[in-house]
């Protein structure tokens, strides 16, 4: 038992250490090609010059998200040798596709940063679009594995074999449109306000309303505006994301909200926290009826509850906290990008009061902790299974023992990966200062 916690201490922390990187990998080369875009259509040299930056600090961010990503692949098979023995028969498929997907991104990335003064404006445009949908097919290809994982298909376990297999009835599991939309918006969504929040702070910097103060000034708005409609199409498919938890995993659903009794007319219970002993939310807020709306489009839909379960097949219930805390984070988000819609655009004004830009800094690092919020969410969510109703956890993990001097060990290894990034990136800006690019 000791083994499996340490086991999921491990790829937990492989995962969430790698889904930065992997996010702003498909995030920021979208505003690239956003603003290339405008550069085309305004001939405003500002975004010629966004678009060139991004581009390089997307390489750097690439550079860390290769390495993590195999460390994961290489623990999938060192950790889970049980699960990977189902992957490998069943859904290896999107694992062989997203070679092609990942060359694609790497090989139009080369040639956008390396040759961009050379290459003409329709080329320069096809290159970042490559490069965005190799990096976003990469993510939801990928990400159909998690998908799989909650609404398993195409294969049959008789007896311990594996029968019946059909990998493309695998591969389109019924999860796996929603679930990559899921990802690919929350993505570009997490890229567009981590640009926000940088330039907003190079803003807030500047004394005055000089030049450079105006580039950060385009840079935050285009952010924002992008940032904004990502969030809006976030809601749009998170809506369709618990109706299909309401279909195919209700217990997680029920955990996601706190639901013990069985019921049609289920409220919404917003905030608070699942107290285990009383079972019911408390502190939260209830809205009498909204579950049953959201679940099914009606208000007398039956919502299962907790109760109609045995307890050790009960999602941990702090998943009540993190699921809220990521859908507020998408609506405060999505209100943040619309007030500074209004006040740029509508009203016009061309700077912003401090507590305002603060709240801009805070963007990204907050659509960040809704992807790890949600990450969390889904995968603790599911437990006790690493395939749903299909195998269990616990019979998935390695039995060689010894995790814990690798846990030590990759967490060197992050911890060195993080602070060069974080240096590399530093020392490149600092020294290919905006003001000399503009
Ligand atoms: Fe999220 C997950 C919903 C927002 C990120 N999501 C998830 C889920 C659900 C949801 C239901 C689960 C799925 C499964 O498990 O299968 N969301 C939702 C809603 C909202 C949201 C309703 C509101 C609008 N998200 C959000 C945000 C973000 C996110 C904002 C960030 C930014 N999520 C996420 C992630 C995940 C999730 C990353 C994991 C993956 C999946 O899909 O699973």
Sequence with gaps: MDELILARSLFGTTMGFHIIFATLGV???LLSLISEITYQVTKDKHYAVMAQRWTKGFAVLLGVGIPTGTIAGVQLTLLWPGFMEVVGKVIALPFQIEIFAFLLEALFMSIYVY???????????????LVTLGACASAVLITNVHAFEGTPAGFRIVNGEIVDIDPWAAFFNPSFFVTGGHVAVTAFMTGAFTIASIAAF????????TNVYHFHRKALMLALITGGFFSLLTALNGHDSAQLLHKYQPEKLAAAEGLFETQAYAPLAIGGYTDRESKEVKWGIEIPWLLSFLANNRFDEVVIGLNDYPEEEWPPLFVHTLFNAMVGIGFLLLGLSIIGFIWHDLMRKKSFPKWMMWLFIATGPLAMCGIEFGWIFACTGRQPWVIYRVMLTEDAVTKTGGIGSLFIMFGIVYLILLISVVLVL???????????EI
């Design 426 to 436: 530093y020392y490149y800006f600092k020294r290919h200062p905006v003001s000399k």
């Design 202 to 209: 190079k803003m807030l910097r500047e004394k005055g309303l």
């Design 115 to 129: 040759a961009q003064d050379r290459l003409s404006a329709s080329m320069r445009i096809i290159s970042l679009s």
């Design 27 to 29: 995030g920021i080369p």
